[in-house]
């Protein structure tokens, strides 16, 4: 019979905020089709304590150099704000 490899800190981390991505993707859902208001007041409340946990593991994997997203650049940034402005007034 195989060994299963143990997974490592990082896989681990890793794999909790893939997780979360998908955990807080469906309670938005949830709470964005939802009728009662009183049921989607208690989504939303659930997704704001998700979020809250995949920030951790996000800081968790970033403090130890594990999860390094690029940095924006200015210009994209400057192109992305027009892009947007202009819809919202447009809209």
Not at 11 to 16: A, L
Request: glycine share 2%; hydrophobic share 30%; aromatic share 10%.
């Amino acid at each position: 019979m195989d060994q299963m490899k143990a997974m490592s800190d990082q896989e681990r981390i890793d794999d909790f905020l893939s997780s979360q991505k998908q955990i807080c993707s469906t309670y938005d859902t949830f709470a964005n089709e939802c009728v009662s208001t009183s049921l989607r007041d208690a989504f939303l409340n659930i997704l704001n304590e998700e979020h809250k946990i995949q920030s951790d593991l996000f800081n968790a994997a970033q403090s130890r150099g594990w999860y390094n997203p690029e940095q924006a650049q200015a210009q994209k940034i400057s192109q992305a704000y027009q892009k947007f402005s202009n819809q919202q007034t447009t809209a």
